[in-house]
């Protein structure tokens, strides 16, 4: 037998060629195509029915057929394990560009809200970052020497010396076996490599073992510092307005609709002779 080759998307596939001579009445080849969805085929047999081999017995003819017939079976085996290879490469292609896609989205939704994830190795003792946390905090990997540091050192470094002893008490509750974290999450200072200092949200769930133990804790820090700043100024406001009201020498009164004292200066309290304004 000779072997000649055919064409698969471009890969070699080898066919048997059977020498001799064609009887002329019968066609000199049999030429064989096949097209499949989204695949290129086109592959190339002989007959054996139209081969004339002198002198050939009837069961030498049917061993080249059978040998044909096999070589076919198994060649149209490797087309299809080539197509679901390529389908598989394919959906393969798709889910990635699909969480490709949906890590970007991620990403703008977590610049959007100031958001940032964080990673505590309870058993190993050090807080996981990545770049995206430590550009939160003003600073890089090159600068921190790595992508992990100790607790003790991290908390040393970037929160705030009053917050720092209830945060390390959270952390160490973690590891009690009815600990939940906080639903309204924590609210610290984060002292930033820059000198700036950030007003956090940080929302924690815990993350355990076979036996219950919490192993890791997973977490985000929000930047709420301009929330804090508004309500900063909003309680100045209010300070001063009251401090206002207080030093002055007019009796002013506010009542409810039924008439009833709710609050006066201390001037009006003194000349209307009120010591309490809850009994008045």
Same mark, same amino acid.
């Given at each position: ?18 020498? !001799? %001579?064609?009887?002329?009445? /019968? ?27 002198? =002198? ?5 003819? $049917?061993?080249?057929? /059978? ?10 085996? #490797? #087309?299809?394990?080539? !197509?679901? @290879? &390529? ?13 490709? @896609? =949906? ?12 958001? #940032? ?7 190993? *003792? ?7 946390? $430590?550009?939160?905090?003003?600073? +890089?990997?090159?600068?921190?020497? !790595? ?14 010396? +009053? ?21 309204? *999450?924590? @609210? ?5 490599? +820059? =000198? %700036?200092?950030?007003? #956090? ?10 036996? *219950? ?9 929000? +930047?709420? /510092? ?10 100045? /406001? ?21 008439? &009833? ?6 001037? =009006?309290?003194?000349?209307? *002779? ?7």
């Amino acid at each position: 037998f000779e072997l000649v080759d055919a064409s698969f998307a471009g890969a070699p596939v080898p066919w048997i060629r059977v020498p !001799g %001579t064609v009887r002329p009445d /019968s066609g000199v080849f049999w030429h064989y195509a096949m097209s499949l969805p989204d695949r290129e085929l086109q592959l190339r047999a002989y007959s054996a029915t139209n081969f004339w081999l002198p =002198g050939q017995s009837t069961r030498s003819r $049917l061993f080249l057929l /059978s040998m044909l017939l096999a070589v076919f079976q198994v060649t149209l085996y #490797v #087309v299809s394990v080539a !197509g679901r @290879e &390529r389908a598989i490469a394919h959906t393969i292609e798709q889910r990635t560009e699909q969480l490709a @896609e =949906g890590q970007r989205k991620l990403e703008a939704a977590m610049d959007i809200s100031n958001l #940032v994830d964080w990673e505590l190795d309870l058993d190993a *003792g050090y807080f996981v970052f990545d770049d995206r946390n $430590l550009r939160f905090l003003r600073t +890089d990997a090159l600068r921190e020497g !790595g992508y992990r540091m100790a607790v003790a050192d991290w908390v040393s470094t970037f929160v705030h010396t +009053d917050d720092a002893p209830h945060l390390l008490t959270e952390f160490a509750r973690a590891r009690e076996a009815d600990y939940e974290a906080p639903e309204q *999450g924590l @609210e610290l200072r984060l002292l930033c490599r +820059d =000198g %700036t200092q950030l007003h #956090v949200l940080a929302r924690y769930t815990l993350e355990r073992n076979c036996n *219950g133990r919490v192993t890791r804790i997973l977490g985000t820090s929000q +930047d709420i /510092s301009a929330r804090k700043a508004v309500e900063m100024a909003l309680r100045q /406001s209010e300070e001063y307005n009251r401090s206002i009201v207080e030093s002055s020498q007019d009796c002013i009164a506010m009542l409810d609709l039924d008439g &009833r004292l709710l609050d006066m200066t201390p001037y =009006g309290c003194e000349r209307m *002779g009120i010591a309490d304004l809850t009994a008045a």
